[in-house]
């Protein structure tokens, strides 16, 4: 059914990490105990750095949504994912503190299956026609494989992020439908690291086949919209082709059928569908119809027609994230993902416990980088102390907050350290000073050799500051990571 | 302006236990070494002393916190003892402790001792530990020298300088400092090494490798103080006495505002001005004789020798290649062998600068024997990291009269 109120998506963005691991290496690597993987050894799939989660993923991809909107206009926030690191924790709530949100717009998670993120948009779209304010929908995934599987290869790690509210926006929802059937393709138990996968052959023809048409062809038929005149069908292909045939047995021409993200990214699970959605919209023209399906025990359709309203730029697409890359051996990512034990040494036994008393008290500070900036004498400061720093000020209980979490920053000074204990070594850290004033020395992530020296442009990036192996606790901070020079 | 310790208390005696991965020995019995040669050196009985302060910093992976442990190593006569810890200056705060104690009159006699086993981790480098529980939340995941090695990055970008060159006045510092080491007995570290070996080390933290940081070791020192009319009194001549005792602490400016650049210690410079008042130095580079700085890393010990004013901003490096700190240099700089040589056993570093001046004042330097006599020593410590630290500055000399 269209909604009673006109909705669409008011603004887009996405996330891949930049770590990328070559396919031809893996089959090459595993040709010895699985030299079926030979045909998928094509081009690159995103890889997590230690650092990252389906958490910080989305907080990405939500920044990048967001840019320049005032963010106490989102009212509701929905995470989909199906990697969502808290079973017990609102993995949501993390990513709404670390964006800043307003504290009474309300959060949830989504999982449970590859259509979360589908879900999640469904969601958002409902919550936005009953609401006056915006509702943000963010969607991530970082899946895991067993080495030398179809599935080390076929996967990739993303995160999408839309802004859903009242008119039409970018794109107008014209309409949506569901279809929930418990056709089990794969699963993985609550307790389990992977997916335990079926038969591709009876996947693809008793699942996909069957399934996708007569969700769409429910949805076409409500919306009135003939499948020649869909423009663009977004339907993640984790089965090589798969997205082709079923749009031929929809009746949408091959050429209308969008690119899986396989070169640079690969299926990106419950963000996979959202992801292919932005791809879309970055070169969407006024009146294109896009058909968006999340497949999954069933599945979710999404019809959106493309209102020619510009989308935001280069800044809110998905091309400027597969551009954007470094290599990561086999090896690496192995030890990375711990499909590898390394050892680590004595250090690494040091005990990352958390006091969570402190992390709330603290939790403007360490989830949206709020420090403060002095009442007195206008000096921007971090952590927020109770004395102002300037030694002309020392203003006593003075310091409003003040987020740094998108300010500019500078290396002032920096060093590589091979001591320190870090899943990925060296670790870099250096003192970074931000343009409104204010300086802190952090942790930096995604740094090249070479890429940083005293000057270097940094942006704060919301990471994993520690994993806690004893407990099961990851702590969150900010880092600084090197401006990409296109941004520079 | 207070009127300051210059020449109100003198050395009585000191001690130094030999340095080193001292797999046979506790903290406890590196206490006893260092306190049965400062006793004797001191001609007192234990019973004499009327105060005592013990200085240990990581007492996690020593002997607990208090300074229950010293008085029972020791077995003191149930007086006042107080442990202190302030970094990598604690040694130094024990003597302070004891000489403001000799000062003020509390004490006739009174001890300083620092102590430290770090070589009970099972690995190298300093003890792995919390930073405190607000701290371990958001502080980078930072080593000791990848802190230091922050200073080169500033100090290139603010000299212009290239970083092979101050690699190589890094490195010289080193081979000075091993050159010197080797002829000290007490040193952890008596082997010499040559330029080339330092710099084509394994980096332990861009741009520092394995030669430009300290060792690791276990190690105690100590010094019994007193006034100079009881030195006298016990027929002591020539005495060894306080001029200057100077600390500095970080407020969270270097940290937090972007008014300092990164390229040196702000306290330093800070209690180099107040103790060269204090001793009345006017003009350090010609009146110190010899110098005993905080060379956790090279780097620490070059940009130190700037802020102690003694060579120009921007000079060090140029002084360094030119031999001006070598043993046979204007100002030796470590001419025991330094934190490089003995390793840094923190509660007892600042303690061993201070004994090596006392044997050289008093002519008891063996084979580092200086040419010239002494006239000015300075010792320096500096705890923490160049963004938020702690630096104490001693200075002593011949008692005047």
């Not at chain 1, 031929?248 to 050429?255: C, D």
């Not at chain 2, 570290?189 to 933290?205: C, G």
């Not at chain 2, 001549?237 to 306080?242: A, E, G, H, K, P």
Request: aromatic share 6%; with cysteine; charged share 25%.
């Amino acid at each position: 059914m269209p909604s009673a109120v006109d909705v669409g998506i008011a603004a887009c963005g996405a996330y891949v990490p930049r770590l990328r691991l070559s396919r031809a290496e893996v089959a090459s690597a595993q040709a010895w105990v699985n030299p079926g993987l030979r045909p998928l050894a094509r081009a690159e799939r995103s890889v997590c750095g230690w650092d990252e989660d389906a958490i910080t993923m989305a907080v990405e991809a939500a920044r990048a949504t967001l840019a320049d909107r005032d963010r106490a206009t989102i009212g509701r926030a929905y995470l989909g994912s199906t990697t969502a690191p808290y079973a017990d924790r609102l993995n949501g709530g993390v990513v709404s503190g670390a964006l800043g949100l307003r504290e009474d717009a309300a959060a949830f998670d989504v999982g449970g299956s590859m259509r979360a993120g589908t879900s999640a948009l469904l969601a958002a779209f409902d919550a936005a026609a009953a609401r006056e304010d915006d509702v943000l929908c963010v969607a991530a995934d970082r899946r895991r494989a067993a080495a030398a599987t179809q599935q080390e290869l076929v996967i990739g790690h993303a995160a999408a992020a839309l802004v859903v509210g009242r008119g039409p926006g970018i794109a107008r929802l014209l309409g949506h439908a569901s279809l929930t059937v418990d056709f089990v393709d794969h699963f993985r138990a609550a307790d389990r690291e992977f997916d335990y996968q079926w038969e591709e052959r009876w996947v693809r023809d008793e699942g996909y086949l069957k399934l996708v048409p007569r969700l769409v062809g429910d949805l076409l038929a409500q919306t009135g919209v003939a499948a020649r005149d869909i423009a663009r069908f977004c339907l993640p292909s984790p089965i090589r082709r798969v997205d082709q045939q079923v749009a031929r047995a929809i009746g949408i021409a091959a050429e209308r059928v969008s690119d899986p993200l396989s070169d640079g990214c690969g299926d990106s699970g419950a963000a996979h569908p959202l992801l292919m959605l932005v791809h879309a919209l970055e070169s969407a023209r006024a009146g294109d119809k896009i058909l968006v399906v999340g497949f999954g025990q069933g599945g979710d359709a999404i019809l959106l027609e493309a209102t020619g309203a510009p989308t935001g730029g280069a800044a809110a697409g998905v091309t400027r994230w597969l551009d954007r890359r470094a290599s990561c051996s086999y090896p690496r990512y192995l030890a990375l993902d711990g499909l590898v034990k390394l050892d680590r040494g004595i250090r690494a036994e040091a005990d990352k416990g958390s006091a969570l008393t402190a992390a709330y008290r603290h939790r403007d500070f360490l989830l949206s980088l709020t420090g403060g900036r002095c009442d007195a004498c206008g000096t921007h400061q971090i952590p927020r102390g109770d004395i102002c720093v300037d030694p002309d000020c020392h203003a006593v209980g003075a310091l409003a907050p003040h987020s740094f979490a998108e300010s500019a920053g500078r290396v002032a000074t920096w060093s590589a350290d091979r001591l320190t204990f870090t899943p990925d070594p060296p670790a870099y850290y250096g003192t970074v000073d931000f343009a409104e004033g204010g300086r802190l020395l952090m942790d930096f992530a995604d740094v090249d050799e070479g890429a940083v020296d005293v000057g270097t442009p940094m942006r704060m990036v919301f990471r994993i500051k520690d994993r806690d192996p004893v407990r099961g606790f990851a702590r969150y901070f900010w880092k600084a990571a090197p401006v990409a020079a296109e941004e520079a | 302006m207070a009127t300051g310790i210059r020449d109100r208390v003198v050395i009585l005696g000191m001690g130094c236990s030999r340095f080193g991965e001292r797999w046979d020995a506790d903290a406890e019995r590196l206490m006893v070494e260092a306190f049965g040669e400062a006793r004797a050196d001191a001609g007192i009985d234990a019973s004499e002393i009327d105060g005592a302060w013990f200085s240990t910093s990581q007492e996690e992976t020593s002997v607990g916190k208090s300074s229950v442990p010293m008085a029972t190593a020791l077995r003191l006569g149930y007086i006042p003892v107080s442990r202190v810890e302030n970094q990598c200056a604690s040694g130094t705060e024990a003597f302070r402790a004891a000489v403001y104690a000799v000062a003020s009159g509390a004490c006739d006699i009174a001890l300083a001792l620092g102590s430290e086993k770090l070589k009970d981790t099972g690995y190298g480098g300093l003890p792995q530990r919390t930073r405190g529980r607000v701290n371990d939340l958001y502080w980078a995941n930072v080593s000791t020298p990848g802190l230091f090695a922050q200073l080169a990055a500033a100090y290139r970008a603010k000299h212009r300088v290239p970083a092979a060159d101050l690699k190589r006045a890094m490195a010289h510092i080193s081979v000075k400092s091993h050159d010197n080491g080797a002829l000290n007995p007490k040193a952890h570290l008596r082997r010499r090494i040559t330029m080339d070996a330092v710099l084509e080390a394994p980096i332990v933290a861009e741009p520092l490798g394995l030669y430009d940081c300290c060792g690791v070791s276990d190690g105690a020192a100590a010094a019994i103080v007193t006034t100079p009319e009881i030195a006298r009194a016990r027929g002591r001549r020539d005495l060894v006495s306080v001029k200057a005792l100077q600390l500095s602490v970080s407020n969270g400016l270097e940290a937090q505002h972007q008014s300092w650049d990164g390229s040196y210690f702000m306290t330093t410079r800070h209690a180099a001005r107040r103790a060269y008042a204090e001793a009345g130095i006017a003009n350090p580079r010609e009146q110190l004789s010899l110098i005993e700085v905080h060379d956790c890393f090279s780097i620490t010990e070059l940009v130190t020798l700037e802020d102690l004013g003694i060579s120009p901003e921007g000079g060090a490096v140029a002084d360094v290649l030119d031999g001006f700190y070598d043993a046979d240099g204007t100002v030796p700089c470590q001419i025991d062998g330094g934190l490089k040589c003995f390793g840094h056993p923190i509660g007892a570093s600042g303690l061993r600068m201070l004994y090596e001046l006392y044997l050289q004042m008093t002519e008891r330097a063996g084979e580092r024997q200086m040419a010239r006599e002494p006239r000015f020593g300075l010792t320096h410590n500096l705890g923490g990291a160049p963004h938020a630290n702690v630096c104490s500055i001693t200075i002593l000399g011949r008692q005047a009269g």
